[in-house]
C-alpha cells in the first residue's frame, strides 16, 4: 500500500489491493470525509465521534451511531429505514460481534492480541475504533493510523516523549490492559473483573451466586439477561455467541 501524509502526519490518500481512497479533515483535526474508488462519504462528528454518515453525492443519510457513556463505546448503527444493528465489545472495547435486528444473525470476530483479524470488515472493530478497509485494515485512531499486522502506529507520536519512549509503539506494547482511542497516550481498561459462569455467577471473594445469567461484554456495561430454567427459547440472539455447557468469561464490573 502506497499512503501520502499531509500537515500533522495526517493520512490523505492510500492506494493498494486495487483501492484508491483520499480522505479530508476538519478544523478540528477530524475526519470528514473520505472517497474510494470514487464514492465519497461525508460524517458528522458529535464531540470525538463520527454519529452520522452521508452519501456524498446525494446528500443522503446513509447510517447513523449511537454510543455508550465513553469514549469508542459504540452501540447501534441505525439505517434510514430503522434497521438496527447492535455491537457486542469485549473488555478492550474491541467488537466481538454485531446482532443484526431484522435477521437476528449474528456476526463474530476475532483478533491477535494487536488486533491484527483476517477479516477488515465492518465499521468499528478493535478497541472500538474505525477501521478502513481498503487499506487492508488500518485503524484511523484520530492523530494517527494504526497498523494491527505491525502492532505499530504508523506515524510519529504527536506528542512526542510524552506519550512514551518509542515513537511508534502502541500502548507500550500491552494492548491487553490499555488502549490509544486518540493515537496520543495510553488509556488504562483495568478495573474490576468477575468471573461469570452461565447459570448463575459469583465476584470474586464472595460466596454469593445470583440464580440467573447476565451476559456483560466490554466496558459498555452491555448486558442481556434471561433464566435458562423457565423457557430457553427465550434466550436473545445473542445465546449463539455464548455454549449451553457451563464456561467461565471475564469482564469489567
Same mark, same amino acid.
Given at each position: ?32 470525509? %473520505? ?208 455454549? %449451553? ?9
Amino acid at each position: 500500500m502506497l499512503a501520502a501524509l499531509a500537515a500533522e502526519s495526517r493520512l490523505v490518500s492510500a492506494s493498494g489491493a486495487g483501492n484508491t481512497a483520499s480522505y479530508a479533515y476538519d478544523g478540528l483535526g477530524r475526519r470528514k470525509a %473520505k472517497t474510494v474508488n470514487g464514492t465519497t462519504t461525508v460524517y458528522v462528528s458529535d464531540g470525538d465521534q463520527e454519529v452520522l454518515e452521508y452519501d456524498g453525492t446525494s446528500g443522503q443519510v446513509e447510517r447513523r451511531y449511537v454510543y455508550g457513556a465513553g469514549l469508542d463505546e459504540p452501540l447501534n448503527l441505525i439505517t434510514p429505514a430503522g434497521d438496527r444493528t447492535t455491537y457486542i465489545p469485549d473488555l478492550q472495547g474491541s467488537i466481538l460481534a454485531s446482532l443484526d435486528g431484522p435477521t437476528g444473525s449474528v456476526t463474530k470476530y476475532g483478533y491477535q492480541p494487536f488486533g491484527d483479524s483476517s477479516d477488515s470488515s465492518g465499521a468499528f472493530r478493535y478497541a472500538g475504533r474505525r477501521i478502513d478497509a481498503e487499506t487492508n485494515g488500518l485503524y484511523y485512531n484520530r492523530a494517527r493510523m494504526y497498523s494491527p499486522a505491525l502492532g505499530r502506529f504508523l506515524q510519529p507520536d504527536p506528542i512526542g516523549f510524552q506519550g512514551g519512549p518509542h515513537l511508534y509503539a502502541y500502548v507500550n506494547n500491552d494492548p491487553l490492559d490499555a488502549r490509544d482511542p486518540q493515537g496520543l497516550s495510553e488509556l488504562s481498561i483495568k478495573g474490576g473483573i468477575f468471573s461469570l459462569t452461565f447459570g448463575d455467577y459469583t465476584a470474586q471473594g464472595s460466596s454469593v451466586t445470583v440464580p440467573y445469567t447476565i451476559v456483560k461484554l466490554g466496558l459498555t456495561g452491555l448486558g442481556y439477561t434471561y433464566d435458562p430454567s423457565s423457557n430457553p427459547s427465550s434466550a436473545p440472539a445473542i445465546a449463539p455467541l455464548i455454549s %449451553k455447557s457451563p464456561f467461565e468469561n471475564w469482564f469489567n464490573g
